[in-house]
């Protein structure tokens, strides 16, 4: 009997070469999704028959509706541990499993890293312009010295800051709930929500999207920031205000910005903030590696396998 699998979102093509697919013997077929499927009836619609659906978490969510809509539908599978846009409880009221995969803690912040760097060093518009046979195209900024703010003190947050210490960048921080005894663990200034935004020569964003983090940077924080200064947020999109950010960036109240998360994702083709040049876009691809690829997918592949046994592993739905 055939297991039909779906994987979904694979906008860059590397699911099938990131596990070993064929362990699952020839009754299991696998299908790849690398377009996206825009809104629940497309989702469902492309789904029927099949009995495994492999999900990349903060891609298609799963809803009760959708859920519901899967007659065929037996193990659903995200990466990671945690996915809340999978509604757990819908899914085992229908007797379906779903399970996790481990992911690696450490893409996102050298992501951050890599968005600071291109705009203090403009490799964008340098790189633009070498191979359009140019030749120095700005001048770029030092960043010694310089004052990199955290927002967010967590783990990821602390890889960031720990790079901006071994720039010999002064390095400051502030969250809710953040304590002054956890910035001098790692280094850092304690300081308040203004004088963050008010001292900051680039502002890094490493928060849990929630209803108390949801708009935390608007205009008026904008308005607090330095003309010179920068914002990276590789978190979550709606922690920003976007509208509030298209303005500053516009009108130069700050210098620019470094984005990989947006309030709609995929980022619709003539969004307004693509029509900016004072902003590094990428398309929520900070925690995207091959070798987190590698150990979601490798271990998808081991969560089917184990499921045909009968003995599924990692279930996050279990009673």
Known sequence: MTTRIAILDDYQNAALAAANWDSLGPEAEVKV??????????????????????????????????????????????????????????????????????????????????????????IPLEDTVMHNGGWQG???????????GILGLGKLGAKVARVGLALDMNVIAWSENLTKERCAEIGVKYVHKDALFAESDVLSIHLILSDRTRGLVGAPEFVLMRPTAYLINTSRGPIVDEDALIEALANNIIAGAGIDVYDVEPLPEHHPIRALKNAV????????VKELYAVAYGEA??????????????VLNAE
């Open 281 to 288: 876009l990428t398309g929520h691809t900070g925690y995207v």
């Open 301 to 314: 592949v081991e969560n089917i396998r184990a499921w045909m046994q009968g003995e599924p592993i990692r």
């Open 33 to 122: 999704f690398n377009a996206y499927l825009k809104g629940e009836a497309a989702v469902a619609e492309a789904l029927q028959g099949f009995d495994v659906v492999i999900g990349m978490r903060e891609r298609t969510p799963f809803p009760k509706s959708l859920i519901d809509a899967l007659p065929t539908l037996k193990l659903l599978i995200t990466t990671g541990m945690r996915n809340l846009s999978f509604d757990m409880e819908a899914a085992r009221a229908k007797g379906i499993v779903v399970s996790g995969t481990a992911m690696l803690g450490y893409p996102a912040s050298e992501h951050a890293v890599a968005l600071m760097m291109a705009l203090f060093k403009k």
């Open 138 to 148: 700005d001048v770029s900024e030092g960043m010694n010295g310089k004052t990199l």
